[in-house]
T-cell receptor
Framework: TQLLEQSPQFLSIQEGENLTVYCNSS?????LQWYRQEPGEGPVLLVT?????EVKKLKRLTFQFGDARKDSSLHITAAQPGDTGLYLC?????????????FGRGTSLIVHP | DTEVTQTPKHLVMGMTNKKSLKCEQH?????MYWYKQKAKKPPELMFV???????INESVPSRFSPECPNSSLLNLHLHALQPEDSALYLC?????????????FGDGTRLSIL
């Protein structure tokens, strides 16, 4: 069972379309990160959300943390080919006195010109 | 440009070879990580070092041996690897090992086992 259920797994859209990626869990988190990974590169942090109900905007990207801090979403408005990449949600739940970095399965996004 | 530097960028080795992957960061971070990543899949955690001590080993086969010589460097020693070990190996760091700490990733070493 995945701690972070991310959907959809794959998304292929045309330039200008809107899309939403979801990251859900049955656990409560104190924070959650979103990363984007482009081909041939490592993941790059987009945002960290920490407060239930929080909304953060990064240009055309809008991130939301659920009120109960169990889920998060990433919405992209008017997608562009440069948005193509693998989007990952992540958290560090405590386990056995340490914190285990945990990723969702990722959403592979392709934006066609 | 990333603040976590990994070398080499590409590595091809035979199953009997011994090689090492290197990772360096100068951000003063005290937590460092090794991940293995297959195409279009999320990174899989292998090892975590916290204050230069091995904190997490995710049941990784002994043919992978991590080393943290100091707070800036992290190595991954490879020996007798299998073809299924071919993957992108990512290094990351964070200020400390804590739930709210984001990770900074290098661009990885693309490893191919012949």
């Amino acid at each position: 069972t995945q701690l972070l259920e991310q959907s959809p797994q794959f998304l292929s859209i045309q330039e200008g379309e809107n899309l939403t990626v979801y990251c859900n869990s049955s656990s409560v988190f104190s924070s959650l990160q979103w990363y984007r990974q482009e081909p041939g590169e490592g993941p790059v942090l987009l945002v960290t959300v920490v407060t239930g109900g929080e909304v953060k905007k990064l240009k055309r990207l809008t991130f939301q943390f659920g009120d109960a801090r169990k889920d998060s979403s990433l919405h992209i408005t008017a997608a562009q080919p440069g948005d193509t990449g693998l989007y990952l949600c992540a958290t560090h739940p405590e386990a056995g006195g340490s914190y285990i970095p945990t990723f969702g399965r990722g959403t592979s996004l392709i934006v066609h010109p | 440009d990333t603040e976590v530097t990994q070398t080499p960028k590409h590595l091809v080795m035979g199953m009997t070879n011994k090689k090492s992957l290197k990772c360096e960061q100068h951000m003063g971070h005290r937590a460092m990580y090794w991940y293995k990543q297959k195409a279009k899949k999320p990174p899989e955690l292998m090892f975590v070092y916290s204050y230069e001590k091995l904190s997490i080993n995710e049941s990784v086969p002994s043919r992978f041996s991590p080393e943290c010589p100091n707070s800036s460097l992290l190595n991954l020693h490879l020996h007798a690897l299998q073809p299924e070990d071919s993957a992108l190996y990512l290094c990351a760091s964070s200020q400390v090992l804590r739930e709210d700490q984001p990770q900074h990733f290098g661009d990885g070493t693309r490893l191919s086992i012949l």
